[in-house]
T-cell receptor
Framework: GESVGLHLPTLSVQEGDNSIINCAYSNSASDYFIWYKQESGKGPQFIIDIRSNMDKRQGQRVTVLLNKTVKHLSLQIAATQPGDSAVYFC??????????FGAGTTVTVRA | DGGITQSPKYLFRKEGQNVTLSCEQNLNHDAMYWYRQDPGQGLRLIYY???????QKGDIAEGYSVSREKKESFPLTVTSAQKNPTAFYLC????????????FGQGTRLTVV
């Protein structure tokens, strides 16, 4: 399953499929971006980050893509597992103290 | 987790009372942050501190106060002036100067009764 184009607050995906979570950021001056995963009742956990001089970065089962032209960030999760069910937040940083967070996307994995 | 300890996990407060949320870190990071999270929403910055004995207001500081007397500790007081204090509060720490990730605690859920 995937959310394409506009940010969607929820995403339902079949176990084993790939997931794509989208995020539109607000400030063209932002130069650092992070994806966090938050499970119910817990604090956000760092997943992967990317700096503005890169277009793509890969981690274990995750890939982040950055399109600065349209101020768009995406997180791809390969072979989605039940443990991937959570809320995913993107955050942007402009090189100062502040991380600004998006509203989040709730991912539900169907067995 | 990640060296950030928040306590208590759940907190109940009567209207009109002040309450203090604890946050301790053992990561030796200079910067610490407090965020508020409401159901179905993202995180909003309340206060942050980049160094001991210094802190600045974030986007929603009204009704809150903080102190930073030690590098390891950044307690948040929710005062009676905060009109809608029921929320999930998250503390984080990171390297100062920005451009790096913040590490979060497990949060304190505050409920006004």
């Amino acid at each position: 399953g995937e959310s394409v184009g506009l940010h969607l607050p929820t995403l339902s995906v079949q176990e084993g499929d790939n997931s794509i979570i989208n995020c539109a950021y607000s400030n063209s001056a932002s130069d650092y971006f992070i994806w966090y995963k938050q499970e119910s009742g817990k604090g956000p956990q760092f997943i992967i980050d990317i700096r503005s001089n890169m277009d793509k970065r890969q981690g274990q089962r995750v890939t982040v893509l950055l399109n600065k032209t349209v101020k768009h960030l995406s997180l791809q999760i390969a072979a989605t597992q039940p443990g991937d069910s959570a809320v995913y937040f993107c955050a942007e940083n402009m090189g100062d103290y502040k991380l600004s967070f998006g509203a989040g996307t709730t991912v539900t994995v169907r067995a | 987790d990640g060296g950030i300890t928040q306590s208590p996990k759940y907190l109940f407060r009567k209207e009109g009372q002040n309450v203090t949320l604890s946050c301790e870190q053992n990561l030796n990071h200079d910067a610490m942050y407090w965020y508020r999270q409401d159901p179905g929403q993202g995180l909003r910055l309340i206060y942050y501190s980049q160094i001991v004995n210094d802190f600045q207001k974030g986007d929603i500081a009204e009704g809150y106060s903080v102190s930073r007397e030690k590098k390891e500790s950044f307690p948040l007081t929710v005062t009676s002036a905060q009109k809608n204090p029921t929320a999930f509060y998250l503390c984080a720490a990171g390297r100062s100067g920005g451009g790096t990730e913040a590490f979060f605690g497990q949060g304190t859920r505050l409920t006004v009764v």
